[in-house]
Each structure stands twice: as structure tokens, then as C-alpha cells.
């Protein structure tokens, strides 16, 4: 039974007998990945940190056919996030990621441009620490519903199909948990939130531009908190379920 190493991101872990980890990780060759590490648990284990939350690895494992777990064998560490628990909005920050990624991702569908976007995010957070973090978490989220496929048209109303962008005379647009679309002013349902022209632009940012170059400026919770409140609807909606993590993220 051959070995396969793949670089991975532990998305999450939890016990499972006396000293084992049940372990999901995002791999970038073979998408999410659900394994059991043996005796992981104890002091003397051979994946040592590597298996904290959102750790960067070289993960070394088995996979047997029509198995839904692998056997993980070892794992080398490549980046920690051990830097950034010290503060704890950038700690339920990587809570949020590991959570989106862990429901959202479907099992063993390689994710490639998921992958990267982690890893982009991740470098964002390590780099720009408090200055980054709500720019992290928003292209994150933007770009989680846009490759999960559920991100509507920003740019029409769902309704009449007024332009919503025309550069000489934006209109208002508003958005409801009811419908996935925006709908104009004229045609807003009720109980909708706006989503303002600002934020609208962000996200055209954020569709063209690395994590890095978009947005750039001063970027705080309340910058496109909007677009964010819209976005994780999004995810919630595709889940049917809602996100724990993301109310304590809006918090913080």
C-alpha cells in the first residue's frame, strides 16, 4: 500500500480513543481529507504541533480504496500559526476560516484555487497581524461563496434587471435572507439590509485584485461589514445551517 505525501492545512481535529486524533485537512492535491492519527496524543508523537488548527504541513499518509478515513503517518511542519493565538480576534479569525473551509468544502475534491486562497490569507494575517485582519476576513469570505459557486451577480437587480453599477448614476441596491440576488430600491423586499455602492466596489476589488493590493487603506470592522453580513448569509444559506464562529467574529 504506497505512501502519499500532500501539502495540507489542518482544518480540525478531535479525540478519538485514548491517545488518537480523528484529523481534517485540506490537501492541495486531493482536496479535504478526514484521517486517524495514531497516538498523536502522547508526548512523543511524530506529528509533533503539526496538527494544531490551520498549521501549514507536509502531511505523509495512507489511503486504502473505499475507505473514508486515511491512516495519516507523519506530518513536517512548513508555517505555524502559533504567532497569532496570542490575540484573540485574529485567533477566532482562523476559527472562521477553518470553520467556512470545513463545512463549505466538499470530501475528496482536489480545490486547488482554495488552497492558495488559505494560504494567501493566512500569510495576510501573519504579515499585517491587527492592520489585516478584517481585510483577511472579508476577501476570504468573498472568495469562499465566489468558488463555492453561490455568489449571485452583484451588478443587477434579481427582479427587474435594472443595472445596478452604471457609472454615471449608481443605484442603491439591498439584498434579504429570503433571495440570493440584490434588488434595486424600487423593487427591495421587505426586511433587506443595503449593500452600499462602497462595498459593492470593494468586492469588484477583491474579484481582480490579490489580498494584498485590494482595499488598500485603512481597513476596520465596520469597513464593508455589510458586504461580510451579506456573504456569510451566502454561506449559511448553502449550509442550512448557521456559522458558529461568525458571531463571535463580529464581536470581537
Not at 443595503?194 to 487603506?217: C, N, Q
Request: aromatic letters at 8%.
Amino acid at each position: 500500500m504506497p505512501a502519499r505525501v500532500s501539502e495540507a492545512l489542518v482544518l480540525r481535529s478531535y479525540p478519538l480513543k485514548e491517545a488518537d486524533l480523528i484529523v481534517s485537512v485540506l490537501t492541495r492535491d486531493q482536496g479535504k481529507l478526514r484521517g486517524v492519527a495514531k497516538r498523536a496524543r502522547r508526548l512523543k508523537s511524530a506529528f509533533g504541533s503539526g496538527l494544531e488548527r490551520l498549521s501549514h504541513v507536509k502531511m505523509s499518509y495512507f489511503q486504502r480504496e473505499n475507505r473514508e478515513l486515511v491512516n495519516l503517518d507523519s506530518c513536517e511542519l512548513i508555517h505555524s500559526q502559533f504567532g497569532l493565538l496570542s490575540d484573540y480576534a485574529a485567533s477566532v479569525a482562523l476559527d472562521f476560516l477553518a470553520e467556512v473551509s470545513e463545512q463549505l468544502l466538499p470530501a475528496a475534491e482536489a480545490n486547488e484555487r482554495f488552497f492558495r486562497l488559505l494560504l494567501a490569507v493566512l500569510d495576510h494575517l501573519r504579515s499585517q497581524r491587527e492592520a489585516g485582519l478584517w481585510r483577511a476576513v472579508t476577501y476570504f469570505a468573498y472568495w469562499a461563496v465566489r468558488l463555492a459557486g453561490i455568489l449571485p451577480e452583484l451588478h443587477v437587480c434579481l427582479r427587474c434587471g435594472t443595472w445596478l453599477d452604471d457609472p454615471e448614476s449608481p443605484q442603491r441596491a439591498f439584498y434579504s435572507r429570503t433571495e440570493a440576488g440584490l434588488y434595486c430600491g424600487h423593487c427591495r423586499q421587505p426586511n433587506s439590509w443595503e449593500l452600499t455602492i462602497e462595498s459593492r466596489a470593494m468586492a469588484r476589488e477583491m474579484a481582480r485584485l490579490p489580498i494584498e493590493k485590494a482595499a488598500p487603506g485603512v481597513f476596520t470592522r465596520d469597513t464593508a461589514a455589510d458586504l461580510r453580513r451579506y456573504l456569510i448569509q451566502r454561506i449559511e444559506d448553502a449550509l442550512e445551517r448557521k456559522l458558529l464562529t461568525a458571531p463571535v467574529l463580529e464581536a470581537c
